[in-house]
């Protein structure tokens, strides 16, 4: 992350912004650039008086605060901890850097003897405060000159548009100033020995520290900033994960299927919990072991998970914070079969949601249960059968009972039992009422009942005599139908055959007539034939 500010004394700048654009960079970054034109000389310290401003502008916590006049060296090692890495940039260096002697030295070393060392003269100077606040207060101190990149005022004006034109000294100085601080950058370090500020957290950070900055009557304070930003962090990784346990929480009750137990005591330890609290606590377990590593590197001590590493104060803090939101518990009195015993009753959070989804459930499918155990007794009831004597209907009762604890599930198993077991009892009153004080009427009602049904049967055999009486007439009748049909058809067939034989015996007379007729046709005109030559 690479943060550019503006300089000090910028055009229309404030003198107010030129301390706070200083404060708000050193406080955010890793490593501090500052860069300035040509060889610096120790009359331009005075450019840089905001530097010896930074210790009385920034605490370290709101019990501690490094002062200008008290500086000692453990507080001067605080502020190291927490401010970044200095560099003093010197940008299009001409002249090389010399020592009192002539002889070539480093920038580090002109700027370290030249530039930030201490004057002699027996009251501190301002340049010494300033030269000694930069000591102090950076934990490093570097610097690095590049020279110009063209020496051609047309190349300077566009030096974007001219870079085949660049002085090769400048770009081989920038490639190995770019390759210094790739080796020398680090990230932000948190107020803890080896703690790293992340992305998210040095955005917190900022909006905290610019609130103080802002502020008239505020200081920065280093360490309460860190644990605002933590808290911050802290608080979106509860709602993020709140948010999971949730999703979670429903995915893995709809492949268990409700109703459920609440809770037991083998389900305490299983992987695969059957139970609400069971699904509760596994999914609760994980959620606060996945945000105890999100925070373990902001969180002192908290860098192993392994337990006892970890400070209590830390896991206990983290689980009572999610089960104030996920699941509120109280704990109640409860007659289970007879016995008071003590039981974990939800009252409030995520999982209430979900205990009265599942007490819902559990009460529709005992009621039904009940009903569907006892519709075989009511059957029994209602026949009236002087068999079923009392004796067995108790015994039906206790097997009623027995069935339904079986197989009953969930919170309203024994509120639903409970309430059934005056029902049963009036069940037992009434039918042993019925069977003993009233024994006569009953069986004068099971006598009625059975002349009533002996009737009933009688009047159905008339009936299905009338019916089957009715179906032999009409088949009877169909079937005379049928007969004179035939007969018709018979008849007919006969007829038609007289006639043919009377068509035949007619057609053979007249075929004979015809022959006869024919035959003396003929003789009579051979006898014509003969008289004729007779007279010839």
């Known amino acids: 992350f690479l943060m550019d500010t503006e300089g000090i004394d910028a055009a229309h700048a404030r003198t107010k912004d030129d301390a706070s654009v200083l404060v708000m960079t050193v406080l955010l970054s890793s490593y501090f650039i500052y860069n300035s034109m040509g060889v610096p000389r120790r009359s331009d310290l005075e450019k840089m008086s905001y530097f010896s401003k930074l210790a009385t502008s920034i605490a370290v916590s709101q019990r501690k605060t490094v002062s200008q006049d008290d500086m000692e060296e453990d507080d001067s090692f605080e502020l190291k901890n927490h401010f970044p890495d200095f560099l003093w940039l010197l940008r299009d260096v001409i002249l090389t850097p010399t020592d009192k002697d002539g002889k070539e030295i480093t920038p580090k070393e002109y700027l370290l003897t030249n530039i930030l060392k201490r004057s002699k003269k027996f009251k501190e100077t301002a340049n010494d405060e300033i030269s000694r606040a930069i000591i102090t207060v950076f934990p490093t101190i570097d610097c690095k000159s590049i020279p110009p990149p063209s020496v051609d005022p047309k190349v300077m004006r566009s030096v974007e548009e001219n870079q085949d034109r660049l002085n090769p000294e400048f770009n081989l100085q920038?490639?190995?100033?770019?390759?210094?601080?790739?080796?020398?950058?680090?990230?932000?370090?948190?107020?803890?020995?080896?703690?790293?500020?992340?992305?998210?957290?040095?955005?917190?950070?900022?909006?905290?520290?610019?609130?103080?900055?802002?502020?008239?009557?505020?200081?920065?304070?280093?360490?309460?900033?860190?644990?605002?930003?933590?808290?911050?962090?802290?608080?979106?990784?509860?709602?993020?994960?709140?948010?999971?346990?949730?999703?979670?929480?429903?995915?893995?009750?709809?492949?268990?299927?409700?109703?459920?137990?609440?809770?037991?005591?083998?389900?305490?330890?299983?992987?695969?919990?059957?139970?609400?609290?069971?699904?509760?606590?596994?999914?609760?377990?994980?959620?606060?072991?996945?945000?105890?590593?999100?925070?373990?590197?902001?969180?002192?001590?908290?860098?192993?998970?392994?337990?006892?590493?970890?400070?209590?104060?830390?896991?206990?803090?983290?689980?009572?914070?999610?089960?104030?939101?996920?699941?509120?518990?109280?704990?109640?009195?409860?007659?289970?079969?007879?016995?008071?015993?003590?039981?974990?009753?939800?009252?409030?959070?995520?999982?209430?949601?979900?205990?009265?989804?599942?007490?819902?459930?559990?009460?529709?499918?005992?009621?039904?249960?009940?009903?569907?155990?006892?519709?075989?007794?009511?059957?029994?009831?209602?026949?009236?059968?002087?068999?079923?004597?009392?004796?067995?209907?108790?015994?039906?009762?206790?097997?009623?009972?027995?069935?339904?604890?079986?197989?009953?599930?969930?919170?309203?198993?024994?509120?639903?039992?409970?309430?059934?077991?005056?029902?049963?009892?009036?069940?037992?009153?009434?039918?042993?009422?019925?069977?003993?004080?009233?024994?006569?009427a009953f069986e004068e009602a099971q006598k009625a009942a059975a002349a009533t049904a002996k009737a009933t049967k009688l009047n159905d055999t008339v009936n299905n005599l009338q019916i089957q009486m009715k179906n032999d007439a009409e088949l009877y009748l169909k079937k005379m139908e049928q007969l004179e049909k035939k007969r018709q058809e018979d008849l007919e067939s006969m007829r038609k055959e007289q006639q043919q034989m009377l068509d035949r015996e007619r057609d053979r007379a007249d075929n004979f007539m015809k022959a006869q007729m024919q035959g003396m046709s003929d003789m009579a005109k051979a006898n014509q034939e003969q008289s004729k030559q007779q007279f010839t």
């Open 174 to 440: 920038v490639e190995k100033l770019v390759e210094f601080l790739f080796q020398h950058v680090q990230g932000k370090r948190g107020p803890f020995p080896g703690k790293v500020v992340t992305g998210p957290m040095l955005a917190d950070m900022a909006v905290e520290y610019l609130k103080a900055v802002n502020d008239p009557d505020a200081m920065p304070c280093i360490n309460d900033t860190w644990q605002a930003a933590i808290e911050i962090r802290c608080q979106k990784e509860v709602e993020q994960f709140l948010t999971q346990y949730e999703s979670e929480m429903e995915e893995a009750i709809s492949k268990v299927g409700l109703p459920m137990e609440e809770d037991s005591v083998d389900d305490k330890d299983t992987e695969k919990p059957q139970t609400l609290f069971g699904i509760h606590r596994m999914i609760l377990g994980q959620k606060v072991n996945t945000l105890i590593k999100q925070i373990a590197p902001f969180v002192p001590g908290a860098s192993q998970l392994v337990e006892g590493s970890v400070p209590v104060l830390n896991r206990e803090k983290l689980i009572e914070t999610f089960e104030q939101s996920t699941a509120e518990f109280v704990t109640v009195e409860e007659t289970i079969l007879g016995k008071t015993v003590q039981k974990k009753q939800v009252t409030g959070g995520i999982l209430l949601k979900f205990a009265q989804q599942n007490h819902s459930e559990s009460h529709s499918s005992c009621l039904a249960l009940f009903q569907q155990l006892y519709e075989p007794i009511e059957v029994k009831i209602k026949v009236a059968d002087t068999s079923y004597t009392f004796d067995k209907l108790v015994v039906d009762l206790e097997k009623l009972q027995s069935g339904y604890i079986e197989k009953a599930v969930g919170p309203a198993k024994h509120v639903v039992y409970e309430e059934k077991q005056s029902f049963i009892k009036r069940q037992e009153e009434s039918y042993q009422s019925l069977r003993g004080f009233k024994k006569e």
